[in-house]
């Protein structure tokens, strides 16, 4: 490390992996322990899904998985930078709770990176993101997704805009419904509080799991005229055996 004033911060303020939290040499280059270097894995070293991103074992002729292929999504295409697993999750689950700068600013690194190699050629007027729930505002206190797409478009230089998105009916808790399930429950609880006429939009999230909310901010980002809407997430939950 050439810069002594970083050096003796870092050595009073030890650095954490990004992903494991475990601490790190005050010399360490980056925010990712040796472990986690090996063993978190990158969406864009498999085969994806070209409608949702997915990373899948094989597909057909449509380059789609078998969920794009039974289902319409109202997004244009989602891309992810990691898979959703083991250190992943525990780093996405421990910034819910508490966001730090570092990690914020690694995973907005890596949801770029994602958009550049993933929609190249692509020109985005505006990155939002979906609204948080009232519960998790009010216990944290502040919208640990929010802070990642601010920086993510900080670093596409693009307008990022704020509470774009809101919850017009609060929805119970989903993570074990199915797609069509979620869909339908979410149907209808968010608005979008922006016109978007002729807008294409880059939707970040933290983590996509069936596309169900990203379908649900699609359908309100369109219904103000959005025209197109892609979605970029930091990981993706996988359920082929890879
Ligand atoms: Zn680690
Ligand atoms: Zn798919």
Redesign the pocket.
């Known amino acids: 490390m050439n810069n002594p004033i970083k050096f003796l911060t870092n050595f009073i303020f030890p650095p954490k992996c990004v992903f494991c939290n475990s601490v790190l040499e005050p010399s360490h280059a980056d925010n990712v322990c040796a472990e986690c270097r090996l063993s978190v894995r990158y969406c864009k070293d498999y085969l ?7 990373p ?1 074992v094989s597909y057909g002729e449509e380059k ?6 039974n ?1 319409r ?1 109202r997004f244009t295409r ?1 891309a992810s930078a990691l898979i959703y697993e083991k250190n992943v999750r525990y780093a996405v689950i421990r910034n819910k709770k508490r966001c730090v700068k570092e990690n914020v600013a690694e995973f907005a690194r890596l949801m770029s990176l994602t958009t550049e190699m993933s929609y190249d050629g692509i020109k985005f007027d505006a990155v939002v993101s979906p609204p948080p729930s009232k519960a998790s505002l009010r216990k944290n206190g502040f919208d640990h997704i929010e802070a990642i797409a601010e920086e993510l478009a900080k670093s596409l230089d693009l307008p990022y805009i704020k509470g774009c998105l809101r919850k017009v009916r609060q929805t119970p808790h989903q993570s074990s419904l199915k797609y069509a399930e979620r869909i339908e429950n979410l149907r209808g609880t968010m608005e979008c509080r922006t016109d978007m006429s002729g807008k294409t939009v880059l939707l970040a999230d933290d983590v996509l799991t069936t ?1 169900a909310t990203a379908d649900e901010c699609a359908r309100a980002l369109k219904s103000r005229g959005a025209k197109k809407v892609y979605v970029v997430t930091l990981a993706t939950a996988v359920k082929e055996n890879l």
Not at 48 to 54: D, L, V
Not at 64 to 69: E, S, V
């Open positions: 994806c899904c070209i409608k949702c991103g997915k899948v789609k998985c078998y969920a794009c292929l289902t999504h989602a596309g």
